[in-house]
C-alpha cells in the first residue's frame, strides 16, 4: 500500500516546539519532494516548507522563516519538520505530501499521496 503517515503533532505552549515526521509505505521519499503544509478549517491547505528531490533547495513560507527547518534521513525514510518558537497562529492540522519538484509547495494541487495529517495546537 503507498502512503504517507504523519506523527508528532500535540500541545505545546507558546515560545515552544515540536518535531514533526513524515515517513513513508510502498515508495521511497528520496525519490520525490516532499512537503509540509497545513490548513485550518474554512481556509486553503497552505505549503508551510518543501524539500527538493536532491536535498539541495528548500521552499518555506514567509510565516515560519526563521522558526522551522525541514530535513531528511534517507536511512530512515522520513522527512523531519523542526519547528521552533510555535505561535498560537501556527495551530494547525498538518499533512506530508509528496509531489515532482520544489514547485508544489506553492500548488498544493499538485501533490500527491497525501497522508491523514497530524494536529498540532499551541496554546497556554
Known amino acids: 500500500q503507498v502512503k504517507v503517515v504523519e506523527s508528532g503533532g500535540g500541545l505545546v505552549q507558546p515560545g515552544g516546539h515540536l518535531r514533526l515526521t513524515c515517513t513513508s509505505s510502498?515508495?521511497?521519499?528520496?525519490?520525490?519532494?516532499v512537503g509540509w503544509f497545513r490548513q485550518a478549517p474554512g481556509k486553503e491547505r497552505e505549503g508551510i516548507s518543501c524539500?527538493?528531490?536532491?536535498?539541495?533547495?528548500?521552499y518555506y513560507a514567509d510565516s515560519v522563516k526563521g522558526r522551522f527547518s525541514i530535513s531528511r534521513d534517507n536511512a530512515q525514510n522520513t522527512v523531519t519538520l523542526q519547528m521552533n518558537s510555535l505561535k498560537p497562529e501556527d495551530a494547525d492540522v498538518y499533512y506530508c505530501?509528496?509531489?515532482?519538484?520544489?514547485?508544489?509547495?506553492?500548488?498544493?494541487?499538485?501533490?500527491?499521496?497525501w497522508g491523514q495529517g497530524t494536529q498540532v495546537t499551541v496554546s497556554s
Open positions: 505530501a509528496v509531489g515532482t519538484d520544489l514547485g508544489f509547495c506553492q500548488q498544493p494541487l499538485r501533490g500527491f499521496t
Open positions: 524539500i527538493s528531490e536532491n536535498d539541495q533547495n528548500t
Open positions: 510502498g515508495f521511497a521519499l528520496d525519490d520525490y519532494a
